[in-house]
């Protein structure tokens, strides 16, 4: 499986956020003894973009991935990293890139034209499809400077919510937990009509329900808790709004990880996803479980 044995693949741009980017992709590489390969998209036609002022990257941009993956071994030292540097579009070859890679990493807005929007448009095309789970790590420019230190204290969190991409998300949860040795904070945000029924009398009872979900949740766990036994598990069922809840957790979380809709999924939400809320609005780096990325043939027929 790619899955399990591919490399960690990190698009570069030059940018300060795809330096931090480059150290958490380190951070990976290290923590799951992979190699690290830094990729360069240059679309056809189009100049090589200069590195940004003290960033990796001679002023030309043509060896940014060569020096994306110095900038690796020498953060990590030890890990095995190469860089390429490939013709087309960055969403395109970072998606060919990823099906046989265990994990993608991008920063969340490079050199995106919309310096103030939340993601930037490569970050959130990957996001929404890829080939291997891919980590959007906000704000990546925090982690640039040559005093920056990685966070280490944080949980790692999980949404669920009973889907099968939530079931992807717990599953790269309690191992990505593992390889951390951090607590793992599998939360459920559950609505009830009660909670926005309008008039005086707001004091309804909703214990069987917040029980319901915790029996539920820790039902769900037990698997993947027998297989992990050192990770400190919490359970938390919380009513109210997913991407609210989501959201706020990110802010203490060390790392977020989610579930989106895949195109093999028996079951296609019909509005957005909450993913691709949270992702516009996390604090926290977010770890994107993905699934197959084509529908299989026979399923297909």
Same mark, same amino acid.
């Given at each position: *499986?790619?899955?399990?044995?591919?490399?960690?693949?990190?698009?570069? @741009?030059?940018?300060? @956020?795809? !330096? +931090?980017?480059? /150290? #958490?992709?380190?951070?990976?590489?290290?923590?799951?003894?992979? !190699?690290?390969?830094?990729?360069?998209?240059?679309?056809?036609?189009?100049?090589?973009?200069?590195?940004?002022?003290?960033?990796?990257?001679?002023?030309?941009?043509? @060896?940014?991935?060569?020096?994306?993956?110095?900038?690796?071994?020498? #953060?990590?030292?030890?890990?095995?990293?190469?860089?390429?540097?490939?013709?087309? &579009?960055?969403?395109?070859?970072?998606?060919? *890139?990823?099906?046989?890679?265990?994990?993608?990493?991008?920063?969340?807005?490079?050199?995106?034209?919309?310096?103030?929007?939340?993601?930037?448009?490569?970050?959130?095309?990957?996001?929404?499809?890829?080939?291997?789970?891919?980590?959007?790590?906000?704000?990546?420019?925090?982690?640039?400077?040559? =005093?920056?230190?990685?966070?280490? =204290?944080? &949980?790692?969190?999980?949404?669920?919510?009973?889907? =099968?991409?939530?079931?992807?998300? $717990?599953?790269?949860?309690?191992?990505?937990?593992?390889?951390?040795?951090?607590?793992?904070?599998? $939360?459920?945000? #559950?609505?009830?009509?009660? $909670?926005?029924?309008? +008039?005086? %009398? /707001?004091?309804? %009872?909703?214990?069987?329900?917040?029980?319901?979900?915790?029996?539920? $949740?820790?039902?769900?766990?037990?698997?993947?808790?027998?297989?992990?036994?050192?990770?400190?598990?919490?359970?938390?069922?919380?009513? +109210?709004?997913?991407? *609210?809840?989501?959201?706020?957790?990110?802010?203490?979380?060390?790392?977020?990880?989610? +579930? !989106?809709?895949?195109?093999? @999924?028996?079951?296609?939400?019909? /509005?957005?996803?909450?993913?691709?809320?949270?992702?516009?609005?996390?604090?926290?780096?977010?770890?994107?479980?993905?699934?197959?990325?084509?529908?299989?043939?026979?399923?297909?027929?």
């Amino acid at each position: *499986m790619a899955y399990e044995y591919g490399p960690i693949v990190v698009g570069v @741009d030059g940018s300060a @956020d795809s !330096t +931090g980017a480059v /150290r #958490w992709a380190a951070d990976e590489a290290c923590r799951w003894t992979r !190699t690290l390969v830094a990729v360069h998209a240059v679309e056809p036609g189009e100049p090589a973009k200069p590195a940004e002022p003290g960033q990796p990257g001679p002023a030309g941009g043509a @060896d940014i991935a060569a020096a994306a993956a110095a900038e690796a071994r020498r #953060w990590c030292v030890g890990v095995a990293a190469t860089g390429e540097t490939r013709a087309g &579009p960055p969403v395109d070859v970072l998606r060919q *890139m990823a099906e046989q890679a265990r994990l993608l990493v991008v920063g969340g807005r490079g050199t995106s034209r919309h310096p103030t929007a939340p993601l930037g448009p490569v970050s959130r095309a990957l996001a929404a499809r890829a080939g291997a789970p891919v980590l959007v790590v906000h704000n990546a420019r925090r982690w640039a400077s040559p =005093d920056a230190v990685l966070p280490r =204290d944080g &949980p790692v969190v999980v949404g669920f919510d009973g889907s =099968d991409s939530a079931g992807r998300a $717990l599953r790269l949860a309690f191992a990505e937990a593992a390889a951390r040795c951090s607590r793992l904070v599998i $939360l459920q945000a #559950w609505q009830h009509l009660e $909670l926005w029924r309008p +008039g005086g %009398d /707001r004091a309804a %009872d909703l214990c069987d329900n917040a029980t319901v979900v915790h029996e539920s $949740l820790c039902a769900v766990a037990q698997p993947w808790r027998a297989r992990y036994p050192l990770v400190e598990v919490e359970i938390r069922g919380e009513p +109210g709004d997913p991407v *609210m809840a989501l959201t706020t957790a990110s802010q203490w979380a060390g790392l977020l990880v989610l +579930g !989106t809709r895949c195109p093999a @999924d028996p079951v296609q939400p019909s /509005r957005p996803s909450v993913s691709s809320r949270v992702l516009r609005y996390a604090a926290c780096p977010v770890l994107v479980a993905h699934g197959p990325s084509r529908v299989p043939a026979a399923a297909a027929a």
